[in-house]
Each structure stands twice: as C-alpha cells, then as structure tokens.
Nanobody, 121 residues
C-alpha cells in the first residue's frame, strides 16, 4: 500500500510558476507509475501528466504540454510537477496518484488528498 501526500498548492498570477511535490510512503513507491490529475469546480477529474516507474517515459495532456514537467526522485519517494506559464484555466485541485501507466483515473490505485492551485488573471 502507498500513502501519498501532496505539498501545499497556492495562489499565483497568470504567467507565473509553481512546483508541486508528492511524497509517497513505502518501498513500493518506486514500482508504480506516478501521475498528476486535476479537477476544476463542476468538471470531471482530468489527466495532467504521468511518469513511468523508472522515469524514462512521460506523458502529458495536450493542454499542459510544453508548460508542465513531471519528474520523480525515487530515492526520496517523491514526484514533482513543475508548472510554468500558468493561466486561469489551470485553476483546480491537483491530485497525485500511483498506479499503472495510462491516462484513466481507473488505472491509478492510490491517491493523495489533493491540493488547491489558483491562478489569478
């Protein structure tokens, strides 16, 4: 079993940057694909980015490609999401998740509690 805890999000102006981190418990962390999803008010949870267990493969939603970067440090049981050129449409609760490689929420078994990111115009 893996427990995931995200860092605090925050409020940032449009065009700004923010880095999220997510720490996982246990040795099993390094065997899982890690991903970030987000959920805006009134919308379904959507895929943002994923990184394979080794860190070799990454995948991004089209809406964040070129602006967001996912990375991981298995020695620290941590996954990161660097977010640049933020815009108000990025406002959402961001969740990290552990599972198998893919873009569907059903492919991820473990979830963090979520952290709010708000981008002001």
């Amino acid at each position: 079993q893996v427990q995931l805890v995200e860092s605090a999000g925050g409020l940032v102006q449009a065009g700004g940057s923010l880095r999220l981190s997510c720490v996982g418990s246990g040795r099993a962390f390094r065997t899982y694909t890690m991903a970030w999803f987000r959920q805006a008010p009134g919308k379904e949870r959507e895929f943002v980015a994923a990184i394979s267990s080794s860190g070799i493969r990454t995948d991004y939603a089209e809406s964040v490609k070129g602006r967001f970067t996912i990375s991981r440090a298995n020695a620290l049981n941590t996954v990161f999401l660097q977010m640049n050129s933020l815009n108000p449409e990025d406002t959402a609760v961001y969740y990290c998740a552990a599972g198998v490689y893919g873009r569907q929420t059903s492919q991820y078994e473990y979830w963090g509690q979520g952290t709010q990111v708000t981008v002001s115009s």
